[in-house]
């Protein structure tokens, strides 16, 4: 079964900062691109940020662009979501998912849903004071 798996949210305060981390079970993410994306309360799912297969092309969305960072570890099978300077506005539901076909390199990474083949359950993120 593949599957993966986010952890690392919780309660912060404004410009605090947290790590996510999305493992892969069942399968290997050596041949995977894999995307990060969040869903706040009662709102639009948005791209966050991405990565290519072997780490090469990263791509982010202009609302965290230098505050968050994406890294992976393929001999762990596990990708990261460095966040730093945390905002209220990043109060959401974190989740990671994975396809062989996802380009990370277009600017329209964002919605391209449908290359995407395994997603995670999520991730609560919380930024308030």
């Known amino acids: 079964q593949l599957q993966l798996v986010e952890s690392g949210g919780g309660l912060v305060q404004p410009g605090g900062s947290l790590r996510l981390s999305c493992e892969a079970s069942?399968?290997?993410?050596?041949?995977?691109?894999i995307g990060w994306f969040r869903q706040a309360s009662g709102k639009e799912r948005e791209g966050v940020a991405c990565?290519?297969?072997?780490?090469?092309?990263?791509n982010y969305a202009d609302s965290v662009r230098g505050r968050f960072t994406i890294s992976r570890d393929n001999a762990k099978n596990t990708v990261y979501l460095q966040m730093n300077s945390l905002k209220p506005e990043d109060t959401a539901v974190y989740y990671c998912?994975?396809?062989?076909?996802?380009?990370?390199?277009?600017?329209?990474?964002?919605?391209?849903?449908?290359?995407?083949?395994?997603w995670g359950q999520g991730t609560l993120v919380t930024v308030s004071s």
């Open positions: 990565i290519s297969s072997m780490g090469g092309t990263k």
């Open positions: 069942g399968f290997t993410l050596d041949y995977y691109a």
């Open positions: 998912a994975a396809g062989t076909a996802f380009p990370c390199y277009s600017t329209s990474f964002h919605r391209e849903y449908k290359y995407l083949d395994v």
